[in-house]
């Protein structure tokens, strides 16, 4: 017998001793311990699949919503930074709690009181981890602390927000309500989901109804209009900030250029100027004009479109050009630029302020974001279009710069139709709805066609 089947033969024997030496009530000691283990790890579901089709569609959130770009974990008893995070932001206390209710919170004492005032309400839950799209209806209701036994109508409140498609594995979601009407003070509020009837009595494969998980929290009234853009993954204020940066790097590249071609850098400076305030009335009278029951003081009288303001401002440059005798060709090719680059840098406000958002997703590259309403993981449209405008200003930028020479208006005509093209191809990943459906084709057709047509004369010798 060789040196490896002695080793051989004596693990058998020991592994034979083992087995008479174990005893039945340590075999189902040894069983209980692994069932546990498997319990405590998650992978018992695994093991019979009808365990696995007990288990609800989705859950409610009940323990901690997700970190938003930002924010700062507030009052986390198992981190020990969790003091100094508090205190480093705030207003963190708004945006990320333990309770998948929240009410909404100036944190600015100066706005405590004035009127008009509204409660901001926002609850947490967490998608289905599997299935088909479902509908989720959310339930609030409120009562003032200080109403007493016999309250009016403007001491309660009743109100419901829907999600009409909640995507299997999108993640956790807040779903964000405001109350007006209401008198100002204290609140009691307790939110839940509610069961939406099914169209047909047959429930598609897949989808359960997510059991009830309500919850109740207090909170005081704010100012209305704050109230009304304040919500998670909103950042306050990041609009106006980078729409304003913006405007001043476009201001700035359009100097550097007009003083290379040796145009009237005051008086284009001065123009520009006018034209931006015009853009300005340009774009709020554009986004009137496509949303005009918009127009209240609830609303803040509505936003702003970026269509808009490129044609107002436009049409106030051309037309000053051409009443000061500065040329309008050159004037355009140097505005370009520094226009592309302005709008890209603003656009990076739409995604912090929660504007021309992108639509929900489950893709593991979406970013969690809000449109004031519905906080959720979505595609980066506003990103996108922002490395869009990037791209075709250093573009712009670079022609301008090293072009010997070129026909006057060019650039500015090829920009202008490349963002066009761009932005309508765009279109389809944001959350909105379209109003037509052959305008965006039209577009893209008219916009490619004067792209590909400008190009071929600057290319003319």
Not at 18 to 35: G, H, K, L, N
Not at 157 to 180: C, K, M, Q, Y
Request: some cysteine.
């Amino acid at each position: 017998m060789g040196r490896a089947q002695r080793r051989q033969a004596e693990r058998n024997q020991r592994k034979a001793s083992r087995d008479r030496t174990m005893s039945a009530p340590s075999s189902r000691r040894r069983a209980q311990v692994t069932e546990r283990a498997l319990t405590e790890t998650g992978l018992r579901g695994s093991l019979r699949a009808q365990d696995r089709e007990k288990q609800p569609a989705a859950q409610f959130y009940v323990s901690r919503p997700p970190a938003l770009p930002g924010s700062v974990t507030a009052a986390d008893p198992t981190s020990s930074n969790s003091a100094s995070a508090s205190a480093a932001d705030p207003l963190a206390a708004d945006n990320l709690t333990a309770r998948p209710l929240q009410l909404t919170t100036i944190g600015c004492q100066t706005f405590a009181e004035v009127e008009p005032q509204a409660l901001g309400l926002t609850y947490w839950f967490d998608s289905a981890a599997e299935g088909e799209p479902y509908p989720v209806t959310i339930r609030f209701t409120g009562r003032r602390v200080a109403a007493g036994d016999n309250p009016s109508a403007v001491d309660v409140f009743a109100a419901e927000e829907t999600i009409g498609r909640v995507l299997p594995g999108s993640g956790r979601i807040a779903i964000t309500a405001r109350v007006f009407d209401l008198t100002p003070g204290e609140w009691t509020v307790t939110a839940a989901p509610v069961t939406i009837p099914e169209r047909n009595s047959r429930r598609r494969a897949g989808v359960t109804r997510a059991r009830s998980s309500g919850s109740t929290s207090s909170g005081s009234t704010g100012f209305a209009p704050l109230i009304r853009v304040r919500a998670p993954g909103v950042r306050i204020g990041a609009w106006p900030a980078l729409v304003a940066l913006g405007t001043v790097v476009a201001l700035g590249i359009q100097a550097l250029l007009a003083s290379r071609a040796a145009l009237p850098v005051t008086q284009v400076a001065v123009l520009s100027a006018i034209a931006c305030l015009a853009g300005l009335i340009g774009a709020k009278l554009y986004y009137l004009a496509q949303h005009p029951q918009r127009l209240t003081v609830r609303d803040g009288l509505g936003g702003m479109c970026l269509q808009g303001f490129v044609l107002a401002a436009v049409a106030t440059i051309v037309a000053g050009a051409l009443t000061t005798g500065v040329p309008v060709g050159p004037l355009l090719d140097v505005t370009a630029p520094g226009l592309a680059v302005g709008i890209g840098i603003g656009r990076l406000g739409c995604f912090f302020g929660g504007c021309c958002a992108g639509r929900p997703t489950a893709a593991r590259w979406g970013l969690w974001a809000s449109d004031r309403r519905l906080g959720v993981r979505r595609i980066p449209v506003q990103l996108m279009e922002s490395a869009l405008a990037l791209l075709i200003g250093l573009a712009a930028l670079l022609v301008v710069m090293n072009a010997s020479a070129h026909l006057a208006g060019t650039v500015f005509i090829a920009a202008f139709a490349a963002y066009t093209l761009g932005r309508q191809l765009l279109f389809p990943l944001r959350d909105l709805p379209r109003k037509t459906t052959r305008g965006r084709i039209l577009t893209m057709a008219l916009s490619g066609l004067v792209l590909a047509a400008d190009i071929a004369v600057a290319l003319l010798p």
